[in-house]
């Protein structure tokens, strides 16, 4: 009779047990790369690496799946999934890890391999510490995966069979306290270090990468708002986004680092003179203000990824003017410090009357880090996917055939012109108001175009025109109001919004998916 365990036979360490010396050895093997990253500078998140990974090899259509269930929540909703995979996996290697130790030890090290290479994918990491890292957690691993064996039952020979003396499937109670014990303050502990982990890296990478407290004056100033360009109505968005509930949607798990001091803008390609920005030599050249509407192509009808803000930069035409447009350069790319890239035609920036800028402030502030810092590209009416590269660092000219933009491969159109929207803030759908007097009100955009009137109906009647704030520009959003004597019932109201060209904008309801989403903004009241 041998002392191998047959195939067939169950080995000593309960099946629960092994997934969960497996699922603590993972959390704490991420742990362990967090905290990494929260404590030396320069070292990539394990978990944002994958992500950024993921992100990378999606294919076309997941970007509009995943915003449309999780909004601007959708990195977040990301992270969680990776990390609630990693653990799965690693619980998985428990269970591989009750016959040999080294099985279950062998995909913590592939899994470790992955993180190194996706590591190694984010420009702004170094390469040893993107290395180091994953080594690191995986050592946590395979040292709790060890401990943790051991009291549950298992043996710390890596090489031979798990060879009880007989095949229980439970422990004594003493040792399935201690086990349990151990277990809990190992998952305990990873979970502190983690979260301390966590919170050094977000704070590395937050606002506080804004190291310039105030912007050079504007040459050419936009002028105050007054009265009219602006509704006083209870819940409406306001004219002007502020900065900190400006939407953002963009590919970077993590704020990008920059810094002014080191970084610079790059014009290169098709140009007869290439330059090299400092940040300092930007804002030393004549600045101006203008408002634009900006928004997201996965916005869906009714939805909250648009705004409108005062920028302040430079002006995109003078820097060119500078570097000296070759003939055929059709195309203009902006580069960021993460590796996006967004292309739009070299035509639309440079046609009179539409003003393309590099940005360097947002409602006269600098650039928040989550907007940008330190540039960013603002081209009005086309959607940010193909125009408004965040965190700046090149400017490339070339043709339309030569580069396709980050998004570009996954099936969103290579023309984006923003489409003309509009949209309900108040009543919000499913309220419930009070029959009598009451303010239907919004916003409109078509930039930049410009927005010539908007109309609401009642339960699919006549189109009744609504009164519109004062355009600030073409470039901009409106706000709109309707008075309505509401009568007691459900009633279901639309809006939709004419251009200044005087096309209407679709009623045919379509995807954002590939080049924005089509239809009317409908809600349902209740009357009392």
């Excluded at 799965?88 to 030890?105: D, V």
């Excluded at 062998?106 to 996706?118: E, K, R, Y």
């Excluded at 004219?239 to 963009?250: H, K, M």
């Excluded at 940005?359 to 125009?387: K, T």
Aim: glycine share 10%; aromatic share 6%; hydrophobic share 50%.
């Amino acid at each position: 009779m041998t002392d191998d365990v047959p195939a067939s036979r169950t080995p000593g360490i309960p099946a629960w047990a092994a997934a969960l010396v497996g699922a603590a050895a993972g959390l704490a093997a991420v742990s362990a790369g967090e905290l990494f990253a929260g404590l030396v500078p320069g070292a990539p998140s394990l978990i944002v690496a994958v992500g950024d990974l993921v992100i990378g090899l999606q294919p076309p259509g997941a970007k509009d799946l995943v915003v449309a269930l999780f909004g601007t929540n959708d990195k977040l909703a990301l992270q969680v999934v990776i990390v609630v995979a990693a653990v799965a996996i690693a619980a998985g290697a428990g269970i591989l890890a009750r016959r040999r130790l080294r099985n279950g030890a062998a995909l913590f090290v592939a899994f470790g391999i992955v993180a190194a290479l996706a590591g190694l994918r984010d420009p702004l990491a170094e390469p040893l510490l993107a290395l180091a890292g994953p080594a690191l957690a995986v050592a946590t691993g395979l040292a709790v995966l060890r401990g943790l064996a051991v009291l549950a039952g298992g043996t710390a020979d890596t090489s031979r069979a798990v060879t009880p003396a007989s095949p229980v499937v439970s422990m004594p109670d003493w040792d399935r306290r201690r086990f349990l014990i151990a277990s809990a303050g190992t998952i305990g502990a990873a979970v502190a270090a983690g979260v301390v982990g966590r919170r050094l890296v977000d704070a590395r990478h937050g606002e506080e990468v804004v190291t310039v407290s105030r912007l050079p004056a504007a040459l050419q100033p936009a002028p105050p708002l007054d009265a009219g360009e602006e509704l006083a109505v209870a819940g409406i968005t306001p004219l002007v986004v502020p900065n900190d509930a400006f939407y953002r949607i963009d590919t970077a798990l993590l704020v990008p680092t920059v810094d002014v001091g080191s970084w610079s803008l790059e014009v290169r390609g098709m140009v007869d003179r290439p330059l090299v920005l400092t940040y300092d030599e930007l804002l030393g050249m004549p600045l101006f203000e203008q408002y634009v509407t900006i928004a997201c192509v996965s916005n869906p009808v009714g939805g909250d990824l648009v705004g409108n803000a005062l920028w302040t930069g430079v002006r995109l035409r003078d820097v060119l003017e500078t570097a000296g447009v070759q003939a055929g350069a059709t195309q203009i790319v902006g580069r960021s410090v993460d590796g996006f890239t967004a292309g739009f035609p070299t035509a639309w920036a440079l046609e009179p009357g539409r003003e393309a800028m590099i940005a360097v402030g947002m409602n006269r502030e600098p650039l928040p880090a989550r907007h940008g810092f330190p540039a960013r590209l603002i081209v009005p009416g086309l959607f940010g996917y193909v125009s408004a590269t965040k965190w700046l660092k090149a400017i490339e000219l070339t043709t339309r055939d030569a580069v396709d933009g980050y998004w570009i491969p996954l099936g969103w159109a290579k023309d984006a012109p923003i489409l003309t929207q509009s949209r309900i803030d108040v009543p919000a759908s499913g309220a419930s108001i009070p029959a009598g007097p009451t303010e239907v009100a919004g916003v409109a955009w078509a930039p930049d175009r410009g927005v010539a009137r908007v109309e609401v109906r009642i339960d699919a009647g006549e189109w009744r025109a609504a009164r519109m704030s004062r355009p600030i520009s073409n470039a901009t959003w409106v706000q709109w109001v309707l008075s309505w004597d509401a009568a007691p019932g459900r009633h279901v109201i639309e809006v939709r919004a004419i251009d200044a060209p005087g096309d209407a904008q679709a009623e045919e309801p379509t995807d954002p998916a590939p080049d924005g989403a089509r239809g009317l903004h409908r809600v349902s009241v209740n009357v009392g």
